[in-house]
């Protein structure tokens, strides 16, 4: 029976073929807390997503049936779950293929439990948190006894409503509140890393962003880590929101382009 999943510990899908590989990798995980649902091929993935609908999926890039590019395709089809891929090659084309098929990062296999994990939490850092609903009222107190006082002053008027913060760039709208991106009013619905890299160009409009600048502040990665993340990823990105609006500058890195 699958553990249930909490906040703390939010519920992976491991995708693995390799028993030995997928034994260990979901006891390594289960050790730091995470509930783990397994599948052994890119099907019986599928099957399994659908059916507990988990909140990362892991997954190896060499997979029968349905190899992990493939299942990375089909299911961003439907959601924006992070997910983070596993290979035991460091082929460039595996690589963008699987971040171009819709996966948030990958890891190459041999690996150290704690580095994977490390990297699920950095993953699992970028999923926007929802505006907390509502503090639930005070718990009643009986009212204070009379006393003489002098009048209380007449109460201020109420302060105008805080506006969403909305950052807009010529069709394209940017709501830090709501975490939504529109391009001409059409909902676009991006990744938890697209999103954040989006916020990083929002936050600068015209300002270049080096590449190890956007590793840093979207993946955390302090050390020199593969630039093709960063990318591939704004190709993602370009594709969803207009390929003029995020601008090339050779040599540094990427700006958003001001609106003229």
Do not use: N
């Not at 030995?20 to 783990?36: D, H, K, N, Q």
């Not at 590019?69 to 961003?76: E, K, M, T, W």
Request: glycine share 6%; net charge negative; with cysteine.
């Amino acid at each position: 029976m699958t553990p249930a999943a909490t906040p703390a510990h939010p519920h992976i899908l491991l995708v693995e073929d390799d028993e030995v590989i997928r034994e260990a990798t979901r006891m390594a995980l289960e050790r730091y807390g995470f509930p783990v649902t397994t599948a052994a091929d890119g099907l019986e993935g599928l099957e399994a997503f659908h059916a507990v609908r988990p909140d990362l999926l892991l997954l190896d890039v060499m997979l029968p049936l349905l190899d992990g590019v493939g299942l990375c395709r089909r299911i961003r089809e439907e959601s924006q779950l992070p997910i983070l891929m596993m290979s035991a090659r460091t082929d460039p084309v595996d690589v963008v293929s699987g971040l171009e098929a819709g996966a948030d990062d990958y890891v190459v296999k041999p690996f150290e439990s704690a580095v994977l994990v490390a990297r699920i939490r950095t993953v699992l850092r970028r999923v926007p948190v929802a505006p907390a609903a509502d503090a639930p009222p005070a718990p009643f107190a009986p009212p204070p006894q009379s006393s003489p006082s002098p009048p209380a002053p007449s109460p201020a008027p109420p302060s105008p409503p805080t506006l969403p913060s909305v950052r807009s760039f010529d069709g394209l709208r940017v709501d830090t509140d709501s975490m939504e991106v529109r391009v001409d009013d059409r909902l676009v619905p991006l990744t938890p890393t697209e999103l954040r890299l989006l916020l990083e160009f929002s936050a600068a409009p015209g300002i270049v962003l080096e590449r190890s600048t956007l590793l840093e502040r979207v993946w955390d990665y302090e050390w020199g880590a593969d630039t093709r993340v960063v990318d591939v990823h704004v190709q993602r990105l370009r594709a969803k929101i207009g390929s003029g609006r995020i601008e090339t500058v050779r040599g540094f890195g990427y700006k958003l382009r001001r609106p003229a």
